[in-house]
């Protein structure tokens, strides 16, 4: 197998040659920008490294695993139009450099191209690939709606969040492993647990996206610390600090989350303040953790080489470890 | 084969058979009512006709004209929201009803609903009905933005506006013909040529469509007559008429055409009248008819019974004597 920096490259070069037709300008450019911003390129690296610790060749899912960037990157387009998010990746996202409009098309045409790369499988794989791929997007829609739904209540339980993150986030890299092992025609038992290997590890990521948002290191976070503070976001954290927070912890609570136009550096002081008060920092890590470690039980199980399963192992740790 | 209204029976049946999660029933809620709104429902009967034309088993292209129709309305459902308008079919659109953000993602949802409608093919034919649908669907976004494009441009030739309406409305037709096609395994130069009699026949639709918008009879039309004029859209009609007016006619158009909140009857009736004038109607049922008579030249070279070729030859005759 090769090294992770190694996959990054393949998947890297893959997507960069990706065609574009010229015209129309308005619809493909904001494609071919979406994919040049980069990222870390976890999804085709998975569908990549699931391909080949299966078969030994990793090409058999090179068009899949881009298919599958592509499709994160659209969901990451449309969301920024939901979100009026205005930066993504230090850069002006595509409704801000263009309009609502061309965001809102060439997203759907990313989507559809997704859908090309996916279906680029020779007729043996064709049908099973299909329907991961189709059956994961309609789920990252599921959690996408769940997301927005939470933010208009103030009860949400820590496993209803766990089961948002899970459609939303995680369901996409357990697709990613398991197109891979599809690919490689795996046994069907192994494709499974590669996907639950996935999944898991999605799980970890989002919370530890949530925990870095708050307790991250400004100088390499990549943004602004405390983003989903001032946003009243319905993370793990908010959640729990909102189920455990008593008394004048629950008032303060509440008063910040309805202050309107708080200064930022003491909404987000106050707020993270309260969080390690009610030992939410702690509360997130350990559900990190232990996500992380069903993750790496249920990869003892897959039959692969040992030095496949330490690949997978590694790139838990690596994740389990990242500073942005 | 069957008659048109049992085709249209047989396609509202399905569609109104389509199975959506209860929840989150933000996501879902959207797209069955979209779906409900109605419609002519032209592009499964289209398939149907053409899947019992080459094989007598209209069945066995269900799934992929149910496909179609969804994609047809996601298109319309995130044209709404681009194009701001407020009814659809006489009902509230999405976005009003809900919101931008519902509209986006259920949007979003119903196309990918869509393309697992027409996986649901066997193997012999998912490679090939994958191929059609998502070319198609690429094209269909080319047109939209080419559509949008125009909006800035007070310079473009009839010849970039038909190719305009072949990629936005046309080739989803030709797309619904020819997947009729594949799915009953016809030869491939004949669903090549079905494809070309759907294409002709949907440029005549929309040229037609344009004519309506001006000369319909607002009692049977279904919309207010001179939406396209007080929009200023740039159809068939007004390219002509701003390529063909000279001297105090021009000067007539562009004052029209720069108008803040004109009385909608004085603007209607002035430009309706400048087309009478310059002969835009006539220029209109010209290219109409000229498109009509492609289809059905084309009809006329494609290896089916003399009784399927009359069923396609009354569809051109349906849509051309329509009224809404």
Not at 124 to 137: D, G, P, Q, R, V
Request: charge should be negative; include cysteine; glycine fraction near 6%.
């Amino acid at each position: 197998m090769l090294r992770f920096e190694e996959y990054v490259k393949v998947a890297s070069q893959a997507i960069a040659g990706i065609q574009y037709p010229a015209a129309p300008a308005a619809l493909y450019e904001p494609v071919a920008y979406t994919m040049a911003l980069g990222g870390k390129r976890l999804r085709p690296v998975l569908a990549l490294m699931a391909c080949d610790a299966f078969c030994g060749d990793y090409s058999r899912a090179l068009n899949q695993a881009v298919g599958i960037e592509l499709y994160h990157n659209f969901t990451l387009l449309h969301d920024d139009v939901m979100d009026k998010a205005d930066v993504r990746r230090g850069k002006p996202t595509v409704h801000v450099r263009w309009n609502d409009n061309v965001a809102i098309l060439s997203g759907d045409a990313m989507l559809t191209m997704a859908g090309q790369h996916v279906a680029k499988a020779d007729a043996a794989h064709l049908k099973a690939a299909m329907e991961l791929f189709n059956s994961t997007a309609m789920e990252v829609y599921e959690g996408q709606q769940y997301d927005m739904d939470f933010e208009c209540r103030n009860d949400v339980a820590e496993e209803e969040y766990i089961a948002m993150i899970r459609l939303k986030t995680s369901v996409l890299l357990g697709c990613a492993c398991k197109m891979g092992a599809i690919m490689a025609d795996a046994a069907e038992e192994d494709a499974k647990r590669i996907y639950q290997y996935g999944v898991d590890l999605g799980v970890a990521f989002q919370l530890q996206d949530d925990w870095l948002d708050v307790y991250g290191d400004p100088a390499t976070f990549g943004k602004e610390i405390g983003g989903d503070i001032m946003n009243n976001k319905k993370t793990f954290m908010l959640i729990n600090a909102m189920n455990r927070a008593m008394g004048t912890d629950r008032d303060e609570l509440m008063r910040w989350l309805a202050a309107e136009n708080p200064v930022r550096e003491e909404k987000v002081a106050a707020v993270t303040a309260l969080y390690s008060r009610l030992g939410i920092s702690e509360l997130a890590i350990e559900a990190m953790n232990r996500y992380n470690d069903r993750a790496l039980q249920v990869l003892d199980t897959i039959n692969i080489s040992e030095e496949a399963r330490r690949h997978f192992r590694d790139f838990a740790n690596m994740l389990m470890h990242r500073d942005r």
